[in-house]
């Protein structure tokens, strides 16, 4: 499962927003608050949705504490931000590398995350993580837990000095 290391221009979010952990995930309710409100958004690049997630720069990837908060959001990639819809926020996700990966099977499914994380990043010897957003694109053929589902996750990267 090699990704794909692409350089990302920048991009322009609106969304919704929570600071969550994975003991206390909110992730469900964070895209049932957002979905039935995502018409309301103009300037719309693509239907593709993303799922970001906002870590502090002490948030420890090397050693995964459930307990750990960051940030996660529900949105939408625009061209302008000249409206954003009432309780909603923008994020800018600023251009960089990232290594892309492919990830089939149901959001529940952890496999690829722990491929990246526990052994792709630690034993790739010419980048390591960058301290910017990471992202899933959910595309037309994500289907929310389905086995079927396909994502690509966007992992942020930096080449090693």
Request: charged residues 25%; contains cysteine; negative net charge.
């Amino acid at each position: 499962m090699q990704p794909t290391i692409v350089h990302s221009k920048e991009k322009i979010l609106i969304g919704c927003s929570s600071k969550m952990n994975f003991i206390d995930n909110k992730t469900g309710e964070l895209w049932q608050s957002f979905m039935p409100r995502l018409k309301e958004i103009k300037n719309k690049i693509s239907a593709d949705l993303f799922s970001v997630q906002l870590y502090n720069d002490d948030y420890n990837f090397n050693q995964f504490d459930p307990s750990a908060y960051f940030t996660k959001w529900a949105a939408t990639e625009v061209s302008c931000i000249d409206d954003i819809p009432e309780n909603m926020e923008t994020l800018l996700i600023p251009q960089g590398l990232y290594a892309v990966f492919f990830h089939k099977g149901s959001n529940a499914d952890n496999s690829t995350f722990q491929y990246i994380f526990q052994t792709w990043l630690p034993t790739f010897d010419d980048y390591s993580l960058d301290a910017r957003p990471h992202f899933e694109v959910l595309g037309e053929k994500y289907k929310n837990d389905d086995s079927s589902s396909e994502e690509e996750i966007w992992i942020p990267i930096k080449r090693k000095v």
